[in-house]
């Protein structure tokens, strides 16, 4: 089947978490578990810089990595990372990554090509054009107006950067079929023992939303 135009990209592909909004947010969320004890690298091989650019729809064949590039993707994540949380905080940029950032933009991307079956085609589709793509979205996102949405989930243990396109301003999740979904249980959970406990007795079993399963990607 085919996906419609207005259908919604999956939160998950290949195994990689794209909620944030942005690719310049989506990229940081490969180190998994930021804010627990052990984190986890999912760009473990430049295999997986591969399949983490065919998964954001940067490339539709699959490159071929070499191991100095995802050292330099790793580097170029976690300075886009370290800016957005200056966004979140509402502090200053730090000038390294900054520089780091400006000098990835400043490489040549992608350049569309008109071909002669009139479709569209990609010259300079190499890792190093597809990750300037990625600085160029990073320094309009923390440059323009956006970067005062730029959140972090509230889910427990979630390090998670999004756009806030709200109208209220006020979301709180990365997903709410994620975090916000397991937020909601949790505090039914608690409403159930509160009610229990002034009660003194056992309270009727409450319906809860269906817990989703356990996320090894956070």
């Known amino acids: 089947m085919k996906r419609t135009a207005e259908e919604p990209l999956p939160e998950i592909r290949d195994g990689f978490k794209f909620r944030s909004g ?25 295999k997986d810089l591969g399949r983490w650019l065919v998964a954001a729809g ?101 390090a998670l950067l999004f756009v806030d396109t709200s109208r209220s301003g006020e979301r709180r999740w990365c997903s709410m079929a994620g975090c916000g979904n397991k937020a909601k249980v949790a505090e039914l959970r608690r409403r159930r023992r509160s009610a229990s406990a002034d009660s003194g007795v056992d309270s009727p079993e409450l319906e809860t939303p269906a817990s989703p399963r356990p996320d090894s990607t956070k």
């Open 22 to 46: 942005r690719l310049a947010l989506d990229l940081p969320a490969t180190l998994a578990a930021r804010l627990k004890g052990e984190q986890r690298e999912l760009l473990a091989t430049p």
């Open 58 to 158: 940067l490339t539709e064949g699959a490159p071929e990595p070499t191991a100095k590039e995802l050292d330099r993707a790793r580097a170029l994540r976690e300075a886009l990372y370290r800016l957005g949380m200056a966004c979140v905080d509402g502090s200053g940029f730090e000038a390294a990554d900054r520089e780091l950032l400006n000098r990835w933009a400043a490489e040549p991307p992608p350049v569309p090509q008109l071909g002669p079956e009139g479709k569209v085609q990609w010259n300079r589709t190499g890792v190093r054009a597809l990750l300037a793509m990625l600085a160029r979205d990073g320094v309009e996102l923390f440059g323009g107006p956006l970067a005062t949405r730029i959140r972090q989930c509230s889910g427990e243990g979630c």
